[in-house]
C-alpha cells in the first residue's frame, strides 16, 4: 500500500509556523514511507479566503523544500459539484435528511442521522480514542440540499484522493468523530489517524501573536534559514533519540518515526531556534555564507550594506545568529572598521576608564602590560587563540574589566565591538600593537 498524506490549509490567513510544522510531519512520514503528499485548498469560507495566501502557504512550502503533489483540483471550491452528489447519496440511502433550519431564515439544513454508536479509531500517537457520539446529536452537515458543510468535504477529498494516513493537529480530534460516522455512511475505508501535539508558549498557553512571531514570513524576514527552520519545527514533539539535533530534510525523512512523537504539547523556544539557525549559519562555507547574506539583503529590502562589509564578514557570520542580526552586527559591533583603512578609528579617551571599573592610572598600567604580553605571541601565529592565550590570564587576575575593556576600546576605538581577541586576530600584530601603543601614550598625557 502506498502511503499518501496530505497537507490541507486554509488560505484565511498567514502561514503559520504551526501548520509548516503540520505540513512537515506529512511530508517527513510519506517520504520516510516512500508516498507521497497532498496539497489541497480548503476555501470554503468564502470571506475570509484569499489568493495571497495561498500564494504565501505554496511559497512557504517551496522555500522549506518541502515537496507535494497538487491535488486535482487544487480547491474545495471547485469540487462543489462532488460534495453534492456525496450529500444526495447519504439522503439517498437514509443516512442524513433535511430538516428545517434550527433558527428562522434560509433553506432546509441537511442533518446527519446520528446513528449513535460508540466509535473507536486507533491513533498512531495518541493510542485508542473512543467517542461516544451521542452527544453530537444529528449534527448538520449542509447548510441547504447544495452547500455541503466543512465535514463531508474534507471526507470526500480524502477518500477521492485515496489518502491512506491523516495527520493533522490534536485541535482536530473532535473533528474526527464527525468525520468517522460519514465515512461509514458513505462505505468508505477509514484512513489511519495522527494527531499531533500542539505547539505551546512558554507558558504553556496556545502559541499566538502577542508571544512574538508566529507566520513563517516573519522569521524569514528575521534572517532564519530554511534548513535551522525544518530542523527545529521537526524536533517540536518528536525527537529520533539521542543526544545529537542537527539533521539535514533527509536525514529527517530517514529517522523520521511517528509513533514517536509525542502526546503533549511541544513547547517553543525561540533562543533554542536561534541556537540552531546560529549553528547553521555558522557551518556555511565563506562564500556560501556571504552569498546568501547578500541575498538576503536584497529581499529584504534593508539599506546598502557599509563599504567594509567584505571585510567584517568573517566576524558577522561567526556572531550573528540570524541574517537580520548579522546585519545589526554590521553597524554595531563591526563599525570599528569604518575607519580601518585610514588607519583606524580614533581612541576616545574617555572611552578607555569607562567600562574598565579602574582609574586612569590602573588601566595605564595594564595597557603597558598587556603590551608587553601582546608582543611576545609570534607574528606568524598571531591568531584569536594564540592571543587570549597571552592575555587571558592576566586579565583574569586582575579583573577581566579592568584589562579587556581598555584593550578593547584601544583596538576598536568603539563602545561595542567584538572582543579584542577577536579584533587583534583580525588587525594582526603590528596594527594591534601600534594601535596599544598609540593609547598608552594618550593615557600618559591625561
Ligand atoms: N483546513 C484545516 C486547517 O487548516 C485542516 C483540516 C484537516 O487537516 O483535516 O486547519
Same mark, same amino acid.
Given at each position: 500500500?502506498?502511503?499518501?498524506?496530505?497537507?490541507?490549509?486554509?488560505?484565511?490567513?498567514?502561514?503559520?509556523?504551526?501548520?509548516?510544522?503540520?505540513?512537515?510531519?506529512?511530508?517527513?512520514?510519506?517520504?520516510?514511507?516512500?508516498?507521497?503528499?497532498?496539497?489541497?485548498?480548503?476555501?470554503? %469560507? +468564502?470571506?475570509?479566503?484569499?489568493?495571497?495566501?495561498?500564494?504565501?502557504?505554496?511559497?512557504?512550502?517551496?522555500?522549506?523544500?518541502?515537496?507535494?503533489?497538487?491535488?486535482?483540483?487544487?480547491?474545495?471550491?471547485?469540487?462543489?459539484?462532488?460534495?453534492?452528489?456525496?450529500?444526495?447519496?447519504?439522503?439517498?440511502?437514509?443516512?442524513?435528511?433535511?430538516?428545517?433550519?434550527?433558527?428562522?431564515?434560509?433553506?432546509?439544513?441537511?442533518?446527519?442521522?446520528?446513528?449513535?454508536?460508540?466509535?473507536?479509531?486507533?491513533?498512531?500517537?495518541?493510542?485508542?480514542?473512543?467517542? %461516544?457520539?451521542?452527544?453530537?446529536?444529528?449534527?448538520?452537515?449542509?447548510?441547504?440540499?447544495?452547500?455541503?458543510?466543512?465535514?463531508?468535504?474534507?471526507?470526500?477529498?480524502?477518500? %477521492?484522493?485515496?489518502?491512506?494516513?491523516?495527520?493533522?493537529?490534536?485541535?482536530?480530534? *473532535?473533528?474526527?468523530?464527525?468525520?468517522?460516522?460519514?465515512?461509514?455512511?458513505?462505505?468508505? *475505508?477509514?484512513?489511519?489517524?495522527?494527531?499531533?501535539?500542539?505547539?505551546?508558549?512558554?507558558?504553556?498557553?496556545?502559541?499566538?501573536?502577542?508571544?512574538?512571531?508566529?507566520?513563517?514570513?516573519?522569521?524569514?524576514?528575521?534572517?532564519?534559514?530554511?534548513?535551522?527552520?525544518?530542523?527545529?519545527?521537526?524536533?517540536?514533539?518528536?525527537?529520533?533519540?539521542?543526544?545529537?539535533?542537527?539533521? *539535514?530534510?533527509?536525514?529527517?525523512?530517514?529517522?523520521?518515526?511517528?509513533?514517536?512523537?509525542?502526546?503533549?504539547?511541544?513547547?517553543?523556544?525561540?533562543?533554542?531556534?536561534?541556537?540552531?539557525?546560529?549553528?547553521?549559519?555558522?557551518?556555511?562555507?565563506?562564500?556560501?555564507?556571504?552569498?546568501?547574506?547578500?541575498?538576503?539583503?536584497?529581499?529584504?529590502?534593508? +539599506?546598502?550594506?557599509?563599504?567594509?562589509?567584505?571585510?567584517?564578514?568573517?566576524?558577522?557570520?561567526?556572531?550573528?545568529?540570524?541574517?537580520?542580526?548579522?546585519?545589526?552586527?554590521?553597524?554595531?559591533?563591526?563599525?570599528?572598521?569604518?575607519?580601518?583603512?585610514?588607519?583606524?578609528?580614533?581612541?576616545?579617551?574617555?572611552?578607555?576608564?569607562?567600562?574598565?571599573?579602574?582609574?586612569?592610572?590602573?588601566?595605564?598600567?595594564?595597557?603597558?602590560?598587556?603590551?608587553?604580553?601582546?608582543?611576545?605571541?609570534?607574528?606568524?601565529?598571531?591568531?584569536? %587563540? +594564540?592571543?587570549?592565550?597571552?592575555?587571558?590570564?592576566?586579565?583574569?587576575?586582575?579583573?577581566?574589566?579592568?584589562?579587556?575593556?581598555?584593550?578593547?576600546?584601544?583596538?576598536?576605538?568603539?563602545?561595542?565591538?567584538?572582543?579584542?581577541?577577536?579584533?587583534?586576530?583580525?588587525?594582526?600584530?603590528?596594527?594591534?600593537?601600534?594601535?596599544? *601603543?598609540?593609547?598608552?601614550?594618550?593615557?600618559?598625557?591625561?
Amino acid at each position: 500500500m502506498k502511503v499518501i498524506t496530505r497537507f490541507p490549509p486554509s488560505p484565511t490567513g498567514k502561514f503559520h509556523i504551526g501548520s509548516a510544522r503540520t505540513a512537515l510531519f506529512n511530508y517527513l512520514f510519506a517520504q520516510h514511507h516512500g508516498g507521497t503528499m497532498f496539497l489541497r485548498f480548503e476555501d470554503t %469560507d +468564502a470571506e475570509r479566503n484569499k489568493i495571497e495566501h495561498e500564494h504565501d502557504i505554496i511559497d512557504g512550502l517551496h522555500w522549506l523544500g518541502i515537496s507535494y503533489t497538487e491535488s486535482i483540483p487544487l480547491r474545495q471550491s471547485e469540487r462543489l459539484d462532488v460534495y453534492r452528489s456525496y450529500l444526495h447519496q447519504l439522503i439517498e440511502s437514509g443516512a442524513a435528511y433535511e430538516a428545517e433550519p434550527a433558527e428562522n431564515g434560509g433553506g432546509n439544513v441537511v442533518r446527519f442521522k446520528n446513528p449513535n454508536v460508540k466509535i473507536t479509531f486507533s491513533d498512531l500517537i495518541r493510542g485508542e480514542v473512543s467517542f %461516544d457520539t451521542a452527544e453530537l446529536k444529528d449534527f448538520i452537515i449542509a447548510r441547504n440540499t447544495g452547500s455541503p458543510l466543512y465535514h463531508l468535504a474534507v471526507v470526500a477529498d480524502d477518500h %477521492d484522493s485515496g489518502i491512506t494516513h491523516v495527520i493533522r493537529g490534536e485541535d482536530h480530534i *473532535s473533528n474526527t468523530q464527525r468525520q468517522i460516522l460519514i465515512i461509514e455512511a458513505l462505505g468508505f *475505508s477509514r484512513p489511519v489517524y495522527a494527531h499531533i501535539p500542539l505547539i505551546l508558549a512558554p507558558d504553556r498557553s496556545k502559541l499566538s501573536k502577542r508571544h512574538g512571531a508566529i507566520s513563517l514570513n516573519e522569521y524569514r524576514a528575521e534572517g532564519f534559514v530554511a534548513e535551522a527552520l525544518v530542523n527545529y519545527l521537526a524536533l517540536l514533539g518528536w525527537n529520533p533519540g539521542g543526544e545529537r539535533e542537527l539533521f *539535514s530534510l533527509a536525514e529527517l525523512v530517514r529517522a523520521f518515526d511517528i509513533t514517536q512523537v509525542q502526546k503533549s504539547g511541544a513547547i517553543f523556544d525561540l533562543q533554542k531556534l536561534r541556537w540552531f539557525n546560529h549553528s547553521y549559519l555558522k557551518k556555511l562555507d565563506a562564500e556560501e555564507y556571504e552569498a546568501r547574506f547578500a541575498e538576503y539583503i536584497k529581499t529584504e529590502k534593508k +539599506a546598502a550594506p557599509p563599504a567594509y562589509l567584505s571585510q567584517a564578514i568573517r566576524i558577522v557570520q561567526e556572531r550573528g545568529e540570524t541574517f537580520g542580526h548579522a546585519f545589526e552586527l554590521l553597524h554595531t559591533d563591526c563599525a570599528f572598521l569604518e575607519d580601518n583603512l585610514n588607519g583606524g578609528a580614533p581612541i576616545p579617551i574617555p572611552l578607555l576608564t569607562k567600562g574598565a571599573k579602574a582609574d586612569a592610572l590602573t588601566v595605564l598600567a595594564h595597557l603597558k602590560k598587556v603590551l608587553v604580553l601582546l608582543s611576545g605571541v609570534d607574528e606568524k601565529s598571531f591568531t584569536t %587563540d +594564540a592571543i587570549k592565550d597571552a592575555v587571558f590570564p592576566y586579565a583574569t587576575g586582575e579583573g577581566r574589566a579592568s584589562v579587556l575593556w581598555p584593550l578593547r576600546v584601544a583596538l576598536s576605538g568603539k563602545e561595542k565591538s567584538p572582543d579584542p581577541f577577536t579584533l587583534a586576530g583580525y588587525l594582526g600584530k603590528e596594527r594591534t600593537l601600534s594601535r596599544v *601603543s598609540n593609547a598608552i601614550e594618550m593615557l600618559s598625557r591625561v
